[in-house]
Nanobody, 127 residues
Framework: QVQLVESGGGLVQAGGSLRLSCAASGRTFSSYAMAWFRQAPGKEREFVVAISWSGSSTYYADSVKGRFTISRDNAKNTVYLQMSSLKPEDTAVYYC????????????????????WGRGTQVTVSS
């Protein structure tokens, strides 16, 4: 089993930056692909970014390319989401997700591929 805890959310002005962290425990962190999803009130959960177990491969949603960067530090069992040039439409609860790596490809952009989820952290971007 894997437990995930997000942190780093908060209130920022448009154009600002924020870094989210997801701390994992319970299994070998390096064996899991990791991802960030987000969900705004009244909207379905949306894919943001995913990273392979080694950190060598990523997928980014078009809406965040060039602004968000995912990284992982397997020694610290932590994945990060560096968010820059934030926009009001980035406002959402951000969720960390994990899956034991057996497949890596475009399907990792679907939330149904993930087995473990954190409880989320709120990000609010004011205009």
């Amino acid at each position: 089993q894997v437990q995930l805890v997000e942190s780093g959310g908060g209130l920022v002005q448009a154009g600002g930056s924020l870094r989210l962290s997801c701390a994992a425990s319970g299994r070998t962190f390096s064996s899991y692909a990791m991802a960030w999803f987000r969900q705004a009130p009244g909207k379905e959960r949306e894919f943001v970014v995913a990273i392979s177990w080694s950190g060598s491969s990523t997928y980014y949603a078009d809406s965040v390319k060039g602004r968000f960067t995912i990284s992982r530090d397997n020694a610290k069992n932590t994945v990060y989401l560096q968010m820059s040039s934030l926009k009001p439409e980035d406002t959402a609860v951000y969720y960390c997700a994990a899956r034991l790596t057996a497949y890596w490809g475009p399907l990792m952009q679907r939330h149904t591929q993930y087995d473990y989820w954190g409880r989320g952290t709120q990000v609010t971007v004011s205009s």
